[in-house]
């Protein structure tokens, strides 16, 4: 696992802080946060969910887990800590589905309630579909699963690039027709200003032409 943030526990920065810069990460969908209490050999490991939830926890000496290892956890007041980012690893011992919103729990320490049934959340309807035996997948965290497809067509047409669409708005679709019809004005004018030029430097062979046309008496 890769360290994100590491520090102390201290009166300064109380454990209620390290919450929640562990619920505000955005860059880890399931950061773990490890942490040892100075004063004693207790020690172990709280997961996360993106959203601000706690999924689960664990005490590395007794192996509890749940929300009686996250309580005895949360009590530490002078210790260490880090937060890790699980990469792909699945961490199934400190994930029970538990769903508790950290908003909700921070107010209450030190003196966290005995049973958590306040606390619990409905999982988000992102991971509804992830969840197997009440386990979110902790790898996969608020990732939308990719429905399977079984047509091979759909799939070609799934994998053919977006087409490029022009919207009735773009430059390449405007048309003006009030400057078309002043270009065609334009070219009439001169046309016609060219054929009166002609009259008049060639009048003298157009009467010509005209007058042998003309059948002689």
């Known amino acids: 696992m890769d360290v994100i943030i590491e520090g102390k526990i201290t009166k300064e920065e109380g454990i209620d802080e ?22 004693s050999e ?6 996360f ?4 939830y706690i999924i689960g926890g664990k005490v590395n000496q007794t192996g509890e887990v749940g929300y009686n290892a ?12 880090a937060i890790l980012d699980p990469l792909r690893k ?8 538990l769903w508790i919103k950290v908003d909700k729990l921070v107010p209450l320490l030190p003196n966290l309630p005995e049973n958590p049934e306040g606390l619990l959340d409905k999982p988000p309807e992102v991971v509804h579909t992830s969840l197997k035996s009440n386990q979110v997948d902790i790898g996969g ?10 047509d091979t067509s759909a799939q070609d047409e799934i994998a053919l ?20 019809r002043l270009v065609r004005a334009g070219f009439v004018i001169i046309a016609g200003f060219t054929a009166v030029l002609g009259g008049f430097i060639y009048h003298s062979e157009i009467i010509s032409f005209v007058t042998g046309l003309l059948p002689h008496q």
């Not at 969910?49 to 601000?52: D, E, H, L, P, V």
């Not at 690039?161 to 078309?180: E, I, Y």
């Open 18 to 39: 390290v919450l929640r810069t562990c619920a505000e990460i955005k860059s880890v969908k399931t950061p773990i946060l490890r942490i040892n209490d100075n004063g």
């Open 42 to 47: 207790l020690q172990g490991q709280i997961a």
């Open 49 to 52: 969910s993106q959203g601000g």
């Open 70 to 81: 996250i309580r005895r956890l949360l009590t530490i007041a002078d210790g260490n800590y």
């Open 90 to 97: 699945h961490i199934t011992d400190v994930n029970q589905s």
């Open 141 to 150: 965290g608020f990732v939308t699963p990719t429905p399977a497809v079984t």
């Open 161 to 180: 690039p977006p087409l490029a669409t022009v919207t009735p708005k773009a430059k390449s679709r405007k048309f003006n027709l009030g400057t078309w």
